[in-house]
């Protein structure tokens, strides 16, 4: 998902450009819904996955920069009072939260009549279909881009997973839902069709399964050859924290 800059990178170029437009209107109809036809859905999740740096923002001039004004007397000196504690953003209802702290709004969607299952309509947003937040058995699937137009979007994340790593939803209601990584998988898309029943079935135990595109760009109807899927599974309810 997201916009392909170049076949191996973060650096592209139109013609990359064009490849993904058609990748997202045809793509969305033949590959993936071949790759999971075990299933009977079709997920979109082509898209950038290079090795973008992170880069952190720079401390400002002035909050690096020791006072010059002079030191109050101890006369002037107030009582030393205890800093406050930072200000927690509040969690917004509908969102998933990932390990590294991105974060995506969740799109209940569900497929067309062709099998597919529309795709995010921006980098803040991840696309679920499939089993219900806690559900008796089934698979939570849920798909976002990597990138759009050069900037990261937070499923990029899911290539730097780890298993035991926790993954927090906060449905419409604000309650809250807690997955662990279990598994961690790079996948040639390929192999997908070899797995499809037991990652986004609809039976068999619950769990979430996360995904998006990786690998090389290799163009065509399959964008780019991997999949980078995150499976997850329920630890802990908004019942039971």
């Known amino acids: 998902m997201g916009r392909p800059l170049s076949e191996d990178g973060p650096h ?13 209107t045809r793509g969305r109809t033949t590959s993936l819904i071949a790759v999971l036809a075990a299933v009977t859905i079709g997920i ?18 002035a909050g690096d920069t020791p006072s010059a004004e002079a030191e109050p007397t101890a006369e002037e000196t107030p009582e030393a009072q205890p800093a406050p504690p930072p200000a927690e953003h509040a969690r917004q209802p509908g969102t998933i939260y990932l390990a590294d702290g991105g974060s995506a709004r969740l799109v209940r ?7 597919t299952l529309p795709v995010p309509d921006s980098l803040g947003e991840a696309t679920w279909w ?15 881009h990597v ?5 990261l979007g937070p499923f990029d994340q899911l290539h730097r997973a780890e298993v035991g790593e926790r ?28 797995r499809a029943a037991d990652l986004f079935g609809q039976d068999g135990d619950h769990r979430l399964v996360l995904v998006t595109c990786g690998g ?15 499976v997850a599974t329920l630890v802990g309810t908004p019942d039971v924290a």
Not at 12 to 24: D, K, L, M, P, V
Not at 130 to 144: D, K, N, R
Not at 169 to 186: A, F, P, R
Not at 218 to 229: A, F, K, L, M, T
């Open 167 to 194: 993954i927090e939803i906060v449905d419409v209601d604000g309650g809250e839902w807690t997955y662990q990584t279990s598994e961690v998988l790079t996948l040639h898309k390929d192999e997908l069709p070899g």
């Open 216 to 230: 090389r760009y290799v163009g065509g109807p399959s964008g780019y050859e991997d999949n980078r899927i995150v």
């Open 147 to 151: 990138n759009w137009q050069g900037a």
């Open 109 to 115: 969607e569900e497929v067309d009549a062709t099998g």
């Open 44 to 61: 979109t999740v082509g898209g950038l996955v290079g090795n973008p740096s992170v880069v952190p923002g720079s401390a400002s001039a």
């Open 130 to 144: 499939g089993a219900g937040l806690g559900a008796a058995a089934g698979a939570s699937v849920m798909a976002g």
């Open 12 to 24: 592209g170029s139109a013609a990359a450009e064009q490849t993904r437009q058609r990748f997202w």
